[in-house]
């Protein structure tokens, strides 16, 4: 089975500084990989998806994360924040598509992005 | 194009009383799931539903939860009695089914208190 582990349930940060949240996974096969932005009252929103290739992925509003194989992690980045990235961030797992019952998510307990300021 | 209707948004009930969502997924999606979001944790999923049929219900306490999704395209999932650990936001999403659909849509999901 899989898992998720996002090291930070809190990170505070300055308007226009950067960020980073950190995002570990446990898998023994190949895995999909994935941030959703969670705002508050909404339901999940998908902000970027690694599945193969490049190992640095980007999103359209700045941010990025890049896959490490050998340190099995996905953290999400971004150079200067905005008051409006305020949310809470989730990292995803899902397996690589195997046939029925695939592309289930599995999830991490989330990091709440507050943006100072 | 409409995204995953959920309702009711916020429900309050009593210990032992039930209480049943409903979910309206993107047109044409195929597969549909549920999950259960508790406070400070990440959403955990209780089942997925491939149009009409049961894909995966491991998660799902079968003692109290009920779920189904008649035509393949509206679900319901219902728990009947209510405990206060099912205190949570339930959240529907959905996908094509379809290939590599491995990008799900979410509803804005039920808020569920229980006292």
């Known amino acids: 089975a899989q898992s998720v582990t996002q090291l930070d349930s809190q990170v505070p940060v300055f308007e226009e500084a950067p960020v980073e949240l950190r995002c570990n996974y446990s898998s023994s096969v190949s895995v999909y990989l994935f941030w959703y932005v969670q705002y508050p009252n909404q339901g999940l929103q998908l902000l970027l998806k690694y599945l193969s290739g490049s190992t640095l992925v980007e999103s359209i509003n700045g941010f990025e994360a890049e896959f490490n194989k050998s340190q099995t992690s996905f953290h999400l980045r971004k150079p200067s924040v905005h008051i409006s990235d305020t949310a809470e961030y989730f990292c995803a797992v899902s397996l690589v598509y195997s046939g029925a019952g695939s592309y289930q998510l599995t999830f991490g307990k989330g990091t709440k992005l507050s943006v100072i300021p | 194009e409409a995204g995953v209707a959920q309702s009711p948004r916020y429900k309050i009930i009593e210990k032992r009383q039930s209480v049943a969502f409903w979910c309206n997924p993107i047109s044409g999606h195929a597969t549909l799931y549920w999950y259960q979001q508790i406070l400070g944790q990440g959403p955990k999923l209780l089942i997925q539903?491939?149009?009409?049929?049961?894909?995966?219900d491991s998660q799902l306490p079968k003692d109290r939860f009920s779920a189904e999704r008649l035509k393949g395209v509206d679900s319901t999932l219902k728990i009947q009695p209510a405990k206060l650990e099912d205190s949570a936001v339930y959240l529907c999403a959905s996908s094509t089914g379809q290939g590599r659909s491995y990008e799900q849509y979410f509803g804005p999901g039920t808020r569920l208190t229980v006292t």
């Open positions: 539903f491939q149009n009409n049929g049961v894909v995966d």
